[in-house]
């Protein structure tokens, strides 16, 4: 089993929610958050001042999938969320060693 942790754009979650389960992916958890990389921020203008906006807006996406859905998950997921712009996010993978679902108490791919 592997969790997979993307950053991506706001706009592009509904996007993403319907390529992960087109896919097989059946639940993952969205998370506001707010970060920079190569994008480095952007100057705004309010009021006729400017000021610097250095951390973005971002959604932290993370699911639990099976090795067998990991790499169907990962194409869908770059895809759905690829504008082809500085600023489209990244994908991360970790192992999982133990899933439980706490309402019947199935473990590792059960769970899922």
Do not use: N, W
Not at 7 to 13: A, G, S, T
Not at 29 to 40: A, D, H, L, S, Y
Not at 75 to 102: H, M, S
């Amino acid at each position: 089993m592997k969790l997979i942790t993307a950053i991506i754009r706001p706009f592009k979650l509904d996007e993403v929610r319907e390529a992960l389960t087109e896919v097989g992916v059946s639940g993952i958890t969205v998370t506001e958050v707010k970060g920079f990389g190569r994008q480095k921020g952007h100057t705004e203008l309010y009021r006729g001042a400017e000021y610097v906006v250095d951390f973005l807006p971002k959604l932290k996406v993370e699911c639990a999938v099976a090795e067998a859905t990991l790499d169907a998950a990962l194409e869908a997921l770059a895809a759905a969320a690829r504008t082809g712009k500085v600023g489209d996010g990244k994908i991360f993978v970790q192992p999982l060693e133990r899933t439980v679902r706490i309402r019947t108490g199935e473990l590792d791919d059960d769970a899922l």
